[in-house]
């Protein structure tokens, strides 16, 4: 690639885009800046996620920081998500056409024999902006804080943080506390559902209530990272957090099933029993995190590994591991990332009708909420046009499993598969000046 008039405008153009979202006028010309608006570096990305027959996602961002001459770091960074496609709704397989009423209430969906139930409108936009700020306390105690906001069409949330390091040991180890708040409001499309009440067919009453709750999430954490020696660095964090609030999501349901067959139990106003879930008012959660970074020669690996547990009954590992081979002004980093967890205490594929007469306060079918394993195998490429500036483009296929055939199937369905298996493609390219 050469450097032409283009290009050249190209720049000027993403430069006085970046001048925008800092509050500057776009007439200025972004070469010729001085003073607090001259010095930025920019980060302009897209992303691209596509699950196979699933959900697809596009996400623009831009990502503003600036060093300061006494050290301090300003940055800012603006999101845009926009999703469409179609999203399991809980309901399990069954051995006849399932109709579904949608979260307005006002229409429905199917699906057919042996299918996954998908709900095949599932659309939302996010809007997100963060900003951050880093500054030393002295010669050896650093500060960030962080504030961010965003909103999609059913949510709503706003957070705040804060963050001290000190440095000792000659700057070899630095030890770190931090704290952060965060407030959500959901206002799901059609209201509040009842939890564990029964879906109505679509024109019936349904089992709403407010048209609105919220949810608060508190964070703590604490790390220490060491120097080790010239080739290598490690860390360890302990993190803690506590939610209280609205954890429902109210587009899932539990289908109710015949003790034997295994076939649908008929509802009140629709052919088969959906029962809204119901989760817990709080979640208390744990983890502990390691990393380790080191040098060979020109390259460098990082391999890190996360365990969390929480009182729901979710334990999960996560491994990471990268591996960056560095040319001559360009790199290759593969990625591998392995992830596996056990299912919540109130998780259940489907239950029976005669559980369903005696059921308990929470119930779940999400997925997200089941023993599964998923694994992310990536490339990223970084190299530099003529004129200096970075670009990176990352490649990644995901999988995502879980317990297709399980030992409490009933009936109909020993014969479908009971997890929603997920495949996910990811493209992301960023362009750095």
């Not at 050469?2 to 509050?23: F, P």
């Not at 809007?127 to 500054?135: C, I, L, R």
């Not at 209201?191 to 019936?204: D, E, K, T, Y």
């Not at 998923?374 to 003529?386: A, E, H, Q, R, V």
């Amino acid at each position: 690639m050469q450097l032409n008039n283009k290009h050249k405008n190209i720049r000027k153009l993403l430069k006085t885009a970046a001048g925008c979202l800092l509050g500057t006028s776009g007439a200025v010309n972004a070469d010729s800046t001085t003073g607090f608006f001259s010095g930025w570096q920019t980060d302009i990305a897209g992303l691209v996620y596509s699950e196979v027959d699933r959900v697809s996602a596009w996400e623009p961002l831009i990502n503003t920081r600036k060093t300061f001459d006494d050290d301090s770091v300003l940055g800012f960074k603006l999101v845009l998500d926009v999703l469409t496609g179609a999203s399991p709704n809980g309901a399990s397989p069954s051995d006849q056409i399932q109709t579904f009423t949608r979260p307005s209430g006002r229409g429905s969906y199917q699906s057919q024999p042996g299918e996954i139930p998908l709900d095949d409108t599932f659309h939302d936009t996010r809007v997100s902006f963060s900003a951050n700020y880093e500054h030393g306390l002295g010669r050896v105690n650093k500060m960030l804080w962080g504030a961010n906001i965003s909103k999609e069409y059913d949510f709503f949330s706003t957070g705040l943080s804060a963050l001290y390091i000190h440095d000792l040991n000659k700057r070899n180890t630095s030890l770190s506390i931090g704290i952060s708040g965060e407030y959500n409001i959901i206002t799901p499309e059609g209201g509040l559902v009842v939890p564990l009440s029964q879906m109505q067919a679509a024109g019936v009453q349904q089992n709403r209530g407010d048209s609105s709750d919220s949810r608060f999430l508190g964070e703590l954490l604490a790390g220490i990272s060491q120097v080790i020696n010239r080739q290598m660095i490690a860390a360890f964090n302990y993190g803690y957090s506590q939610s209280d609030g609205y954890h429902n999501d109210p587009y899932k349901v539990v289908s109710v099933v015949d003790d034997v067959s295994g076939s649908l139990v008929p509802g009140e106003t629709l052919s088969g029993t959906y029962l809204y879930e119901s989760r817990p008012e709080q979640r208390t959660k744990h983890s502990l995190y390691s990393k380790i970074k080191r040098a060979f020669g020109d390259d460098s690996a990082d391999i890190s590994y996360r365990y969390m547990w929480d009182d729901w009954g979710i334990n999960s590992h996560t491994l990471n591991l990268t591996y960056r081979s560095n040319f001559n002004g360009w790199y290759v980093e593969p990625h591998f990332r392995y992830y596996l967890q056990d299912a919540a205490d109130f998780y259940r594929h489907s239950i029976s009708e005669s559980e369903a007469a005696d059921i308990g306060p929470y119930l779940s079918a999400d997925y997200r909420l089941a023993e599964m394993w998923s694994s992310t195998i990536g490339l990223k490429i970084g190299f530099k046009t003529p004129d200096g500036n970075r670009n990176t483009v990352r490649l990644e296929y995901y999988h995502q499993d879980g317990e297709q055939s399980p030992s409490d199937a009933l009936g109909v369905q020993k014969n479908y598969d009971m997890f929603p298996t997920l495949d996910a493609f990811i493209v992301q390219y960023t362009y750095s000046f």
